[in-house]
């Protein structure tokens, strides 16, 4: 991949945990980055507040592969407001680091998160996350 990812990056983008789409999944959060081309999709499985599965499609690089593999595997078994303080730069450190221009793909993979997670609060409660304010990131939302 020509770049200097670590090992466990490497292991997660070709050997990518929880790919493909979850049947019946009770939230999906699709985002993506139109500059970079990345697109992840998020599926969660929730039961008694708790996340009980979750898989993921990027279509991306393999930075973006392995950020989502990762964080699928940082939520499982954990409950939703435990799951949303999970950041991109604790997928960063649970991959021993990522090069600085694919910082981004952990970005991505906290969003589509925090999407799946808004998807089932609406469907069940009708109420979604609080609005968070734009952290500038990825220019996608076309505001800027």
């Known amino acids: 991949m020509g770049m200097n990812y670590s090992e466990k990056v490497l292991d997660h983008f070709n ?3 929880n790919v493909g789409e979850l049947k019946d999944a ?3 959060g699709t985002v993506g980055n139109a500059k970079c081309g990345d697109i992840m999709q998020v599926y969660i499985k929730v039961k008694d507040n708790v996340i009980t ?5 990027a279509f991306g690089c393999g930075a973006a ?4 593999s990762m964080a699928t595997e940082l939520i499982k078994g954990k409950t939703l407001e435990e799951a949303l303080t999970i950041t991109n730069k604790a997928v960063m450190e649970a991959l021993d680091g990522l090069p600085p221009v694919k910082i981004h793909c952990s970005v991505l993979a906290e969003e589509a998160i925090h999407a799946a997670i808004n998807d089932y609060l609406v469907k069940t409660t009708g109420v979604g996350l609080p609005e968070k304010g734009c952290t ?9």
Do not use: L, W
């Open 15 to 17: 050997d990518p945990r």
């Open 26 to 28: 009770d939230g999906v």
């Open 53 to 57: 599965d979750s898989s993921f499609k």
């Open 65 to 68: 592969v392995a950020t989502c």
């Open 136 to 144: 500038g990131c990825c220019s996608s939302c076309g505001k800027h």
